[in-house]
């Protein structure tokens, strides 16, 4: 069994506001730093092998300071980047909302396209591939992703079976920790959009 430690980044600019995407500019507020130490304390004693963050500016800085807690180096992986959203990127949600696409997409999330980026069948299939090889490589060990709402929801609606269209059902905070096993015989989740102290995991 391994367990995953998914962790989202903290508050960012724009965050709730408009779609940051993979904008390289995007870093996180001063509360944002402040949820990143917090996340590291959290999480400090709970025997982590591995942090593992998106290549955004915004995880990589939720990372680092929890890798200096537990003694690792921040480990980038392009598997758990953000969903590419292409034209859209740097739109505000209030522009987007007269644009059928935009209907489209979130009502149909696992078959439409995003004009110029991905489809979140693609995220799907780069973050769980990359979660089961590190199932083999962590075996019985635990490891945090830190990466974003979307690219963790699309792992959990693999993991538990849920249709990629119920995504947007499942709510992730700003610096939340969801906790996801992975056994054998298949997932099991320990916890959802965590931000106070974990349960016994």
């Not at 779609?19 to 917090?38: C, D, H, M, Q, Y």
């Not at 591995?50 to 180096?73: F, I, K, N, W, Y």
């Not at 590190?134 to 849920?162: P, Q």
Request: with cysteine; hydrophobic share 45%; aromatic share 6%.
């Amino acid at each position: 069994m391994s367990l995953f430690l998914l962790v989202r980044h903290g508050h960012a600019n724009n965050v709730g506001k408009a779609i940051n995407g993979r904008s390289p500019s995007v870093e996180l507020t001063e509360r944002g730093r402040r949820e990143a130490r917090e996340v590291a304390e959290r999480l400090r004693g709970v025997g982590l092998s591995a942090v593992l963050s998106s290549p955004l500016e915004r995880a990589r800085q939720t990372a680092a300071p929890l890798a200096e807690a537990v003694g690792v180096r921040v480990d980038v992986r392009q598997e758990l980047n953000e969903l590419d959203y292409g034209q859209w990127t740097g739109k505000s949600y209030a522009e987007l909302e007269g644009d059928p696409r935009w209907k489209a997409f979130n009502s149909f999330r696992s078959g439409t396209r995003i004009p110029g980026g991905e489809t979140m069948l693609e995220v799907q299939a780069r973050v769980a591939g990359l979660m089961l090889a590190l199932r083999e490589e962590y075996h019985g060990s635990r490891v945090a992703l830190v990466s974003h709402a979307d690219t963790i929801r699309a792992a959990l609606m693999h993991f538990l079976g849920l249709p990629l269209d119920f995504v947007l059902r499942v709510v992730l905070e700003p610096a939340s920790v969801s906790v996801l096993a992975l056994e054998e015989w298949g997932a099991e989740l320990r916890c959802l959009n965590h931000t106070g102290a974990l349960p016994v995991l």
